[in-house]
């Protein structure tokens, strides 16, 4: 099976500063990743992804690298806002399954 | 509709009881999942539809645990005898391929 794992389980960062949260896979044939954006009594929210044949993909604000070499991956969050706290969680699917296997999250904290 | 719609929000229960979550997907989605997550973790997969096929379980999924999906539209998890460990978060996502999961806001069950 697929074991999925954050880096860190909490980040504090000033508002205005940019926020890097990192995960890291286990299945090297893993081909779709996503980041998630959970608040608190909320479902996860989608926030972006990436295929394994990218290795950066860029959304408002955000932007998510992949590095397949070392199963690696990362989430940047430009200029973060108070309204970015929440917990992260990066997703993973392997090729021919359904499911996504998550790590543990990690809880960002904007400083004002 | 433009989201993942759960049914109810929160739901307490006494330990050996039973009860019924709801979720309505996104009308055109044809897959739909079930997910669990307990506090402080990722969520964790359940089960798995493909239009009214439930094409898989999680070992996670116990006996006293059955999901349907009628119609291969809306779909229901009912849990038999509920235990304390039990408590979680119960996660809904719907998809119209294999990328692309959306969330629902979830069922917070309380067993007490």
């Known amino acids: 099976g697929e074991s999925v794992g954050l880096h860190l389980p909490t980040l504090s960062v000033q508002e205005g500063d940019n926020s890097i949260i990192n995960c890291a896979y286990s299945?090297?044939?893993?081909?779709?990743f996503i980041w998630y954006k959970q608040e608190s009594g909320k479902g996860p929210q989608f926030i972006i992804d990436i295929r394994s044949n990218m290795d950066k993909r860029q959304g408002q604000r955000v932007t998510v690298l992949l590095n397949k070499t070392v199963k690696h991956l990362s989430l940047q969050i430009a200029a973060t806002q108070p309204g970015d706290s929440a917990v992260y969680f990066c997703a993973v699917k392997s090729p021919n399954d359904y499911k996504l296997s998550f790590g543990a999250g990690t809880t960002v904290t904007v400083r004002a | 509709d433009t989201g993942v719609s759960q049914n109810p929000r929160h739901k307490i229960t006494k330990r050996g009881q039973n009860v019924t979550f709801r979720c309505d997907p996104i009308s055109e989605h044809n897959r739909l999942y079930w997910y669990r997550q307990t506090l402080g973790q990722g969520p964790e997969f359940l089960t798995y539809?493909?239009?009214?096929?439930?094409?898989?379980k999680s070992r996670l999924l116990s006996d006293r645990f059955s999901a349907e999906r009628p119609k291969g539209s809306f779909s229901t998890l009912e849990i038999q005898r509920t235990e304390q460990g039990d408590s979680a978060m119960y996660l809904c996502?719907?998809?119209?391929?294999?990328?692309?999961?959306?969330f629902g806001s979830g069922t917070r069950l309380t067993v007490v």
């Open positions: 996502a719907s998809a119209d391929r294999v990328y692309g999961y959306t």
């Open positions: 539809f493909q239009n009214e096929a439930q094409l898989e």
């Open positions: 299945n090297s044939a893993s081909d779709y």
